[in-house]
C-alpha cells in the first residue's frame, strides 16, 4: 500500500512527519485500514513531532482523521509548510500548536466540492451534505484564527490564496521560517493572489487524472435542450 506520509526518526527521540502530494491517493470513505495503520504509526513513539506539509489536499474526510490524530496526540506537535497546504491539507495545518510557514509557501482555503448524480432530491441532500462539511472545516479554522464564522465563511467562498505574510497575520500561522520578523496585522488584502483560474489550473495538475468510467445512465443535457426547444417552436 502506497503512503503519502514518511516518518523519520531523529537522535533525539523527536519525529518528523512528511506529508507530500494529494490526501489521499486512496480513497478513505469507508476505509478503515490507512486511518488504523497512520494513527499506529503516530502513537508508536513519544515525545514532540514536526509535520511537514506540501499538499494540494484532497479527501476531506482524510484530511479530517488526520487532524484529530494530531490534536489528541500527547506530544507537541509543530507544522512547517515548506510548499503548498491547500484545501484539506490546510485543515491538517491547523492541528499544530505552532504553524511556520516558509517564506515562499502558500496555504488556500476553498468551499468543499463533490460530484452528485440523480434528480433534484439528490443535489438537495449533495448541498446539505458540502455545507455540513464547510461548517465542519471552519470549526478548525476558527479554533486555531479566532476569527468570525462569517469571515472565515466568505473566504472560502472567494477561494483565498494567502502567502506566509497574510497566513501570519490572520492567524492561519504563527510565523515565517528563517526570520525573526514580526509581522503586524494590515486592513489591506496584499497577499492574496486573485488569478484564481491559473493557480488552480496549475494545482489540478497535480492531481492523478481519473480512470476512465462508464458514462452515467440518463439524458443527457445537451438532448433535453433540444427537445425543449422543438416544443417551443
Do not use: C
Amino acid at each position: 500500500m502506497k503512503k503519502f506520509w514518511n516518518w523519520v526518526h531523529n537522535e533525539n527521540d523527536e519525529r518528523t512527519l512528511y506529508l507530500d502530494g494529494v490526501i489521499s491517493e486512496e480513497t478513505w470513505w469507508g476505509d478503515e485500514v490507512t486511518p488504523k495503520m497512520f494513527k499506529d504509526e503516530l502513537l508508536s513513539g513519544s515525545g514532540n513531532i514536526t509535520v511537514w506539509i506540501n499538499s494540494p489536499g484532497g479527501d476531506v474526510f482524510a484530511a479530517a482523521q488526520i487532524y484529530n490524530m494530531l490534536m489528541d496526540y500527547a506530544g507537541q506537535v509543530t507544522v512547517k509548510i515548506d510548499g503548498l497546504a491547500a484545501s484539506a491539507a490546510s485543515v491538517i495545518a491547523m492541528a499544530g500548536g505552532e504553524v511556520y510557514m516558509s517564506p515562499v509557501s502558500m496555504m488556500m482555503i476553498h468551499n468543499p466540492a463533490t460530484i452528485a448524480w440523480g434528480d433534484s432530491e439528490e443535489m438537495r441532500r449533495a448541498k446539505d451534505m458540502l455545507d455540513e462539511v464547510k461548517e465542519s472545516i471552519i470549526n478548525a479554522y476558527e479554533l486555531k484564527t479566532s476569527m468570525s464564522r462569517t469571515k472565515l465563511a466568505r473566504m472560502m467562498d472567494d477561494e483565498s490564496w494567502m502567502n506566509a505574510r497574510k497566513a501570519v497575520e490572520l492567524g492561519f500561522a504563527d510565523k515565517i521560517m528563517f526570520t525573526e520578523e514580526e509581522i503586524e496585522p494590515q486592513d489591506n488584502n496584499q497577499g492574496f493572489i486573485f488569478s484564481r483560474m491559473a493557480v488552480t489550473n496549475s494545482l489540478i495538475s497535480k492531481f492523478p487524472k481519473p480512470k476512465e468510467t462508464e458514462k452515467p445512465a440518463g439524458t443527457p443535457i445537451e438532448s433535453l435542450d433540444k427537445r425543449l426547444s422543438l416544443i417551443s417552436h
